[in-house]
């Protein structure tokens, strides 16, 4: 079975500080790929990450990083100096490549107050 | 600019009439795909197609239809049959139903049946 498991359902910081956001998945496939998405209240999801099963090198994008460990099964990610516009609720999705359908996390609310 | 779009933003419908939501991408993707959101819960694929003609049940795709007559479009019809359909409904796509591809979303439908 697929699953993916975020873990904090909402998480309030204040402007400037940093925000992890958890992500733990389950699948038997050796072959699949992470992603996370953002979707600010407008409701439109935007595409953040991919990460395939055999890179776990970890990135960096500006202020956002992400945090690949396939020994926990997790794929973290990390909103640096956070700031107002980064409010938003965040996806963690899972697709095997035997399966080919997303299977995404329950997502995690950020509110970053000024 | 290259998108999907999603028509309209918002729909309010009597209970026992069906609705049918539109989308329409430009992107020149093979894939597409229909998801139905609820409040607090992640994404639920209810139907996808893989090429033109040719689409698949989801997770929950009792009381839904759906046609794929053209690459660029792909309506989704709530059915009278299906028992709660007041829900946020995003449209995605992708270049190929590859695992490794992303989806790119539209901003959604919110529909409320009364």
């Known amino acids: 079975a697929q699953k993916v498991t975020q873990a904090q359902t909402e998480i309030s910081v204040v402007e400037k500080e940093d925000v992890t956001l958890d992500c733990v998945y389950e699948?038997?496939?050796?072959?699949?790929?992470l992603f996370w998405y953002k979707q600010p209240p407008s409701g439109e999801l935007v595409f953040l990450i991919r990460?395939?099963?055999?890179?776990?090198q970890n990135e960096i994008s500006g202020r956002y990083s992400w945090n690949f460990q396939k020994s926990t099964s997790s794929f973290n990610f990390t909103i640096t100096a956070s700031q107002v516009v980064d409010s938003a609720v965040y996806f963690c999705?899972?697709?095997?490549?035997?399966?080919?359908?997303?299977?995404f996390g329950a997502g995690t609310q950020v509110v970053v107050t000024p | 600019d290259g998108g999907i779009t999603q028509s309209p933003k918002y729909l309010f419908r009597k209970e026992g009439q069906n609705v049918t939501l539109s989308c329409e991408q430009n992107?020149?993707?093979?894939?597409m795909y229909w998801y139905r959101q609820d409040p607090g819960q992640g994404l639920r694929l209810i139907y996808y197609?893989?090429?033109?003609?040719?689409?698949q049940k989801g997770d929950i795709a009792e009381g839904y239809s759906v046609s794929r007559e053209k690459k660029e479009s792909f309506p989704l019809t709530v059915t009278s049959a299906q028992k709660n359909p007041t829900a946020f409904y995003l449209c995605?796509?992708?270049?190929?139903?590859?695992?490794?591809?992303?989806?790119?979303f539209g901003p959604g439908t919110r529909l409320t049946v009364t």
């Open positions: 995605a796509s992708s270049i190929g139903a590859g695992s490794g591809y992303e989806q790119y």
């Open positions: 699948t038997r496939d050796t072959t699949y790929y």
């Open positions: 990460r395939n099963s055999f890179d776990e």
């Open positions: 999705a899972l697709r095997p490549l035997s399966w080919g359908k997303f299977q």
């Open positions: 992107l020149n993707h093979d894939a």
């Open positions: 197609s893989q090429i033109v003609n040719d689409f």
